[in-house]
């Protein structure tokens, strides 16, 4: 990898089969500790590694395709580690190991020397922001159920911008292969994976507040469960993904395929305007007018006749794309009034603006207060230690609560372990909005009893809540509040029925999941958990991992309505406080080099640089009000999204100098009409 970064030719195979030895191991051991299903993720590992040796190219597709959808945390347990790590460590592994195999025949132009420096001195910062988050958290303690307060954490925060560097060779082959089929892949794989998540939206609405329901605060969160402390991870998704929705439409070529992206378009039009960001809406509005800029200028440049067989001049063409995409524009704006027009929850929220704004202040003031020292302010603190730090610093920033497992020795020298959840330290005002949940199903209509082991210092008052819920949001609940009192043999055996209606589980086509959740609810209590039993009518016991001797095997944390010690709410600020600005100089120069290349010539010409310009500048604006770099998922986007678009102005830059007419006919040569065999 040295060679590589710092000398002009290219990865050679040593290197490559080292790498993709080492995510091969590192695949292979993540797979093997699945909390649930080991085999089946050791399976897919190997088969995807496989296909992306055998198909090269084609992870272009799916690696993006699977960002919003490869993640099972609330059934797993795992914070740190997911299944889309398993999905990019068989994507490295495969494409590393046909390198080494099968190096690339001919010459491959390598990125500029200035270029490969600097995105090495990106990733040594980085490492060292990593070495610092995991000193100040006390040094490594390896859990495979970490938390937002351990050393691993830095670590869960650091992999985004890791893998992106792994795949920078890869994606410098791919383009130097063929720039136009690299392009067409990553856009298909952008657009199925907007295509899943706008279909979870409309789902998750469906079986909770109601397709048409605008009026209800229900904010959606689809299968980004990274929210279960908050966050924008829905919205920063949507604005990385909305510019290759008119993508789809514009280079669409036949009817039926032109109505299935406009389709993608209102559905992604109505998870934006259903998830109530005012943020969201600033940054794509954006986005979209500066793509429309973009595309205009490029349809200029590019000549008449091939201008009438661009997708961005369909419009003179005469066709049914004329009618078609007034309609589509007049569905879009009936959209928007739908939805702003008649719900009264956006407009609270637009009159709410001020406060909001002096609150998200005073929120960002108290971020910048954990940066204590001029090496703090240079160097931040260290990745992923926001959480910590913040909650440190007082009441109003405390989480609240907490749960962590623990052992004790048991009868015959086997160690018991249990659950130990906390409330607030000390604001009575968010208790029960921390829980410790697990998935559960089937649940039956009937009543249910939960059956526990359990232990207190002193009087703590317990709730346990059966509810429909998704992530944030409750709807129908069976519920058991106990004060429990100190006993004095220490543990003790509760029956607790729950009492409320019954669960109907939603209709067949948007069926609801149901959700078991324990929260210590008075301020600075305690209580211990073990041999947990949910019971529904037939007696049995719906729950797994009761007993905790899987650690915390389908346990997954989940904050309701006060999220402020994990998120800072604004990128730059967050990037600061994590990795000083010395680091956030070096991100920004990254973001802003590859911006700079993209509507710069000859690099705007290429089909896909409006899109993938618009797909940034999204993401930085949202990031004025929300915070990315915490969502693994996202910022590996976002980094991914940005060297694709570097190393596309990097090939561009390597051709000799043409003309505006011989530029645009390359381009139009190289672009495939409809995806090759290959993809």
Known sequence: MLRYWFRSAPLDRTCALLLGLCSLVG???????????????????????????????????????????????????????????????????????????CPPAGPQAPAPRA????????????????????????????????????????????????????????????????????????ANGMVAGLAVVTLAVVWERAAFPGLLNFTSNYRTSALFWEMHVGGAALDGYLALSAPFAVWAVLSARRPVVWAGAAALALLAAYAVLTGFARGVYFAIAAALLMLGVLLQAQASSVPAQDLLTSPWGGRHTGDWRAKASLVLVLALVMEVVAVLGTGSFMAERLTSTHRDLASRWEHWQRGLAVLDS??????????????????????????????????????????????????????????????????????????????????????????????ERHLLYEGACQTASRWVMPHGTGWQSLALPLQGAALEGGPWYAPRLAMLSLSVLNAGGSADFDHLRLLGPLQHDLLQNGSFSQGLAGWFPAAQSYFLPWHLDNLYLEILVERGMTGLLLWLALLGYALWQLVGKPARLRPLSPYLAASLCAALSLGLVSSLMDVPRIAFLLYFLTFFSIQTCTQTGGTPALNRQGLAAREKSQTPRRPSAQT
Not at 39 to 46: K, L, N, S
Not at 48 to 67: F, N, S, T, Y
Not at 126 to 155: K, Q
Request: charged letters at 15%.
């Open 374 to 467: 001029p090496a703090d302010w240079w160097m931040g603190k260290g990745l992923g230690r926001l959480p910590a730090h913040y909650a440190k610093q007082g009441p109003w920033g405390e989480f609240p609560g907490s749960a962590r497992l623990r052992e004790e020795p048991g009868s015959g020298g086997a160690p018991r372990y249990f659950l130990t959840i906390w409330g607030p330290p000390t604001v009575q005002t968010w208790g029960g909005q921390y829980a410790m949940t697990q998935r559960v199903n089937p649940v039956f209509k009937g009543r249910h009893q939960v059956r526990v082991d359990i232990r207190v210092q002193r009087s703590t008052l317990v709730r346990i809540n059966l509810c």
């Open 115 to 186: 270029l490969r420096l600097f995105t090495a001195l990106l990733g040594g910062f980085g490492l060292l922001a990593l070495f610092r988050g995991i000193g100040d958290a006390g040094g490594m303690a390896f859990d495979w159920f970490a938390g937002y307060t351990d050393a691993l954490n830095s670590v869960r925060i650091f992999k985004s911008l890791g893998f992106a560097l792994l795949f920078v060779p890869l994606l410098e082959q791919e383009m130097a292969r063929s720039a136009a089929h690299a392009s067409q892949r990553l």
């Open 27 to 101: 695949g292979v051991t993540l797979a093997w500790h699945h909390p649930w299903w080991p085999t089946t993720a050791w399976v897919a590992f190997a088969l995807w590694g496989l296909v992306v040796a055998w198909r090269p190219g084609i992870w272009l597709l799916g690696v993006p395709a699977c960002v919003g959808f490869l993640n099972f945390s609330p059934w797993t347990g795992w914070l740190v580690f997911d299944e889309y790590d398993l999905l990019l460590l068989a994507t490295l592994s495969g494409g590393y190991l046909r390198w080494a195999l």
